[in-house]
């Protein structure tokens, strides 16, 4: 098998821990340890728990206790419909190995994670490509994808809020593209990442698979709940796509850390703290990012209405790559090219880090555009 080198994975992987001011970071602003067990009041309980815990595998699918949870995330969702896996990235690389054949039809938005379309396109997928433009506020454009969507179409991809827009599909839009997708059988799978970052309301969008009974939706407690570190994710589907999906889960993952299971289960205990958290710092920063956009001449954009990462044009004559290495280079301050999600002539900013790198990132990045006005 033969596959793309992953643009955005590469440039994070090179830059992100040497750079000054990290306006490329797409999780909402990490929590330690400590302040994850003030908000759960376990500051002085907490090796009680941990100490006596035998480190084997644990549970293989993931403990009924986080599964539990998980599915108590969903409107019509039980323990039996959830697996746990290594983050996102382990949950869609799953779904699309345990879906995708030689000769299948796979349509994939664009922008989005390039794991979408690069891992069916190397299984020998025929990946359709649903561009989404500035014009159609980086929705789907619904008339061009029941075109693409042929009978037998094997599945639809999608991502929302979408990495790097925002772009934010309501219910009643999802619902549009469940009929689609039922007239030619496709399955459909959503990309739920930033799911609890929405600027309006409760902060929570409809999820696919309380919306389509061939819906797959992945989550992580990566970016909405600002855990990374525990490298943990799921997929929440129908049971026999969940078997489906478990038997070749058998061969790369058996389990995910019991430690990293532990924690991720008292974060979800506590999700109403750590979500109110989360859209504070959404809300008030993109805010300042709007305000920031609104005064750049070069700048220009779809404003966000959901997630932690905004898509900027720059009107300027070079490639996003150079425009984000000299920045870099001059200012310390760090983007992620257009070029790295085959989004040329665009930048995506992480607006979700800490308000004052946020300020200080921005500053710089005002100074950096003066010299080109």
């Known amino acids: 098998m033969k596959i793309r080198d992953f643009g955005v994975e590469i440039w994070m992987n090179r830059y992100e821990t040497t750079c000054e001011w990290n306006l490329a970071e797409t999780c909402v602003e990490s929590l330690t340890v400590a302040e994850l067990l003030e908000m ?20 293989i699918e993931g403990s009924a206790r986080l599964r539990g949870l998980i599915a108590g995330l969903y409107e019509k969702q039980a323990v039996e419909n959830v697996v746990v896996t290594h983050g996102a990235i382990g949950a869609n690389a799953l779904v699309h190995e345990t879906l995708v054949e030689p000769g299948d039809r796979v349509i994939s938005v664009l922008p989005t994670y390039q794991q979408h379309y690069s891992i069916p396109e190397s299984y020998g997928a025929d990946v359709q490509i649903l561009k989404l433009t ?5 929705l789907p454009d619904l008339q061009e ?17 979408n990495n790097p827009t925002g772009a934010l599909m309501d219910r009643a839009y999802l619902e549009k593209i469940v009929e689609i997708a039922r007239i030619c059988g496709a399955w459909i799978l959503c990309d739920e990442v930033y799911r609890g970052t929405d600027q309006q309301g409760d ?26 570190g525990l490298r943990l994710g799921w997929i929440v589907a129908r049971s026999e796509l969940i078997h489906a999906v478990s038997i070749h889960r058998d061969y790369n993952t058996i389990s995910v850390g019991m430690l ?28 300042i990012l709007s305000e920031w956009v609104d005064s750049e001449p070069l700048i220009s954009w779809v404003r966000p209405k959901s997630g932690t990462t905004a898509l900027l044009k720059y009107h ?6 150079a425009f984000c290495i000299k920045l870099l280079e001059r200012t310390g301050v760090m983007l992620t090219p257009g070029s790295a999600m085959d989004m ?8 979700a880090n800490s308000e004052a790198i946020l300020r ?8 950096f555009l003066t010299e080109w006005q």
């Open 316 to 321: 300027l004559p070079m490639s996003s790559e």
């Open 40 to 59: 759960a009041g376990k500051t002085e309980t907490i090796l009680a728990e941990l100490l006596p815990l035998k480190l084997t595998y644990g549970a």
């Open 134 to 138: 500035e014009a159609n506020g980086f």
């Open 203 to 228: 902060g929570m969008t409809a999820s696919i698979a309380d919306l389509y009974e061939k819906g797959i939706s992945t989550g992580s407690m990566s970016k909405t709940y600002s855990l990374a």
């Open 260 to 287: 990293d299971d532990h924690f991720a289960a008292i974060a979800l205990e506590n999700r109403d703290k750590i979500l109110a958290r989360s859209q504070a710092i959404t809300r008030t920063n993109l805010a």
């Open 145 to 161: 994808l029941r075109l693409m969507a042929t009978p037998g179409t094997k599945l639809i991809v999608l991502n929302n809020p």
């Open 360 to 367: 200080e990132g921005l500053r710089r990045f005002s100074q």
């Open 344 to 351: 040329e002539g665009y930048l995506r900013i992480g607006y």
